[in-house]
C-alpha cells in the first residue's frame, strides 16, 4: 500500500526527480525556513515582541494590583469617591477602559508600524523575491 501524500518512488529506489507533485511540501518547507530565517522577518518579530511582551506585562501587574487590592485592602476598595460609587468600582471598570485602550493603541500601532512591513515581506515572499 503506497501513502497518498508522497511523491512515488521510481523502482530503483532513488528520490523522483522533476518538478514536485501536489503532495510533496518540501519546497514549501524550505520556503519556510528561508522566511523564518530571514533578517526581515527576524526584525518583524523582535518589533512585536518589543510592543506586545511589554503591554502585556502591563496590564498583567494592572490587573493584578486591581485583584490583590479587592481581596487585601477592603477600607481603600471601599472609599466613596462621589455617592455610591467607591475606589473599587472606579478600578473595576478601569480593567474595561484599559482594556478597550490597549486594544486601539496595538490596532493604530500595527496599522503604522508592523502591518507594512509585514506586507512588504509578504510580496516578497509570494513573489519568491526572498533570496
Given at each position: 500500500m503506497t501513502d497518498s501524500t508522497q511523491s512515488p518512488t521510481p523502482?530503483?529506489?532513488r528520490p523522483p526527480t522533476g518538478p514536485p507533485g501536489p503532495h510533496?511540501?518540501?519546497?514549501d518547507l524550505l520556503d519556510y525556513?528561508?522566511?523564518?530565517?530571514?533578517p526581515?522577518?527576524?526584525a518583524l518579530r523582535r518589533r512585536f515582541r518589543r510592543f506586545v511582551f511589554p503591554m502585556t506585562a502591563?496590564?498583567?501587574?494592572?490587573?493584578?494590583?486591581y485583584v490583590l487590592l479587592a481581596d487585601y485592602a477592603h477600607d481603600f476598595m471601599s472609599t466613596k469617591v462621589w455617592g455610591t460609587i467607591n475606589v473599587g468600582l472606579l478600578m473595576g471598570l478601569g480593567q474595561f477602559v484599559t482594556t478597550f485602550a490597549i486594544?486601539?493603541?496595538y490596532a493604530r500601532w500595527a496599522n503604522k508600524k508592523q502591518?507594512?512591513?509585514a506586507d512588504e515581506l509578504r510580496q516578497r515572499i509570494?513573489?519568491?523575491?526572498l533570496v
Amino acid at each position: 500500500m503506497t501513502d497518498s501524500t508522497q511523491s512515488p518512488t521510481p523502482p530503483d529506489g532513488r528520490p523522483p526527480t522533476g518538478p514536485p507533485g501536489p503532495h510533496d511540501r518540501t519546497s514549501d518547507l524550505l520556503d519556510y525556513e528561508q522566511v523564518q530565517d530571514s533578517p526581515e522577518f527576524q526584525a518583524l518579530r523582535r518589533r512585536f515582541r518589543r510592543f506586545v511582551f511589554p503591554m502585556t506585562a502591563f496590564f498583567f501587574l494592572w490587573y493584578l494590583t486591581y485583584v490583590l487590592l479587592a481581596d487585601y485592602a477592603h477600607d481603600f476598595m471601599s472609599t466613596k469617591v462621589w455617592g455610591t460609587i467607591n475606589v473599587g468600582l472606579l478600578m473595576g471598570l478601569g480593567q474595561f477602559v484599559t482594556t478597550f485602550a490597549i486594544t486601539m493603541i496595538y490596532a493604530r500601532w500595527a496599522n503604522k508600524k508592523q502591518d507594512p512591513m509585514a506586507d512588504e515581506l509578504r510580496q516578497r515572499i509570494e513573489g519568491r523575491d526572498l533570496v
